[in-house]
């Protein structure tokens, strides 16, 4: 049998408010509700983990370090904490919130020891991020470029290391353009590790094409602006993805 695809509902929070990444370069569409409610939202209609984004933190506007802490502390699923977790101290921080697993941000793919430290003290509990955009790894909110995505992946053997990268579609990210398919499917091949895709959903039909794709290496989904734009419910989602 074909595994499931893991679904993980965001909530992108800034100014301590739930917010919404409106196109690729971060900008947000100024959310009212309370992340708590949101969680809450996504937990009740059967989400089994939850995905947390420090908007702030990920775009340099400073950061929501208490409250995400919070939020962690008090959602009954699993959390994936991401957003900026740059460095090591960034990523310990994280860590010590209980979070399940913390997303380093790409920008940690520059510096290979640091990135191997992590690995070796918390294995699977970091989910090295590669951010994309126009098949370079970028690190978004800075002016880093590290280069073609297959050259970066080579260069990086750490990566071989780990059971899980996230990859995003800087691109693409809160576009609703549809999920671009080779990219994941190749990074899941270059790095011969699974991936969970962001970026770019926008339809059931984009979950299907990544729920046939589990067995050469996508495990999971990132959901985002098609949830809250209301393109699929969460359990309209979660049954294509079983």
């Known amino acids: 049998m074909t595994p499931s695809l893991t679904l ?7 100014a301590g408010r ?10 947000r569409d100024g959310g009212t ?4 409610d949101v969680v809450a939202r996504w937990v009740s209609e059967g989400a089994g983990w939850v995905h947390l984004v420090d908007l702030d933190r990920a775009f340099g506007r400073g950061d929501n370090a208490a409250l995400m802490a919070d939020l962690v502390s008090r959602c009954p699923v699993r959390v994936q904490l991401s957003g900026g977790l740059a460095d090591e101290v960034a990523v310990e921080e994280a860590l010590a919130t209980g979070a399940d ?13 640091a990135l191997g430290r992590l690995v070796e003290r918390h294995g699977d509990r970091v989910v090295p991020a590669v951010d994309v955009r126009e098949g370079l790894v970028v690190s978004r909110g800075t002016s880093l470029t590290l280069g073609p995505v297959a050259d970066v992946l080579r260069a990086t053997p750490v990566l071989r290391e780990v059971p899980l990268l996230l990859v995003a579609d800087a691109s693409r990210d809160g576009t609703r353009a549809g999920a671009d398919l080779d990219l994941f499917t190749g990074v899941a091949g270059t790095a011969g590790v699974d991936v969970v895709a962001s970026g770019g959903i926008a339809t059931l039909e984009d979950l299907r094409a990544l729920r046939g794709l589990t067995s050469v290496g996508v495990a999971g989904v990132v959901l985002g602006a098609a949830l809250y734009h209301g393109a699929f419910t969460l359990a309209e989602a979660l049954e294509v993805a079983r």
Do not use: N
Not at 18 to 27: E, I, Y
Not at 101 to 113: E, F, G, I, K, T
């Open 8 to 14: 993980l509902p965001a909530v992108d929070v800034a």
């Open 18 to 27: 739930a917010a919404q990444v409106v196109d690729a370069d971060g900008h």
């Open 33 to 36: 509700a309370d992340p708590h």
């Open 101 to 113: 697993r913390v997303v380093l941000a790409s920008a940690l793919l520059a510096d290979p020891a």
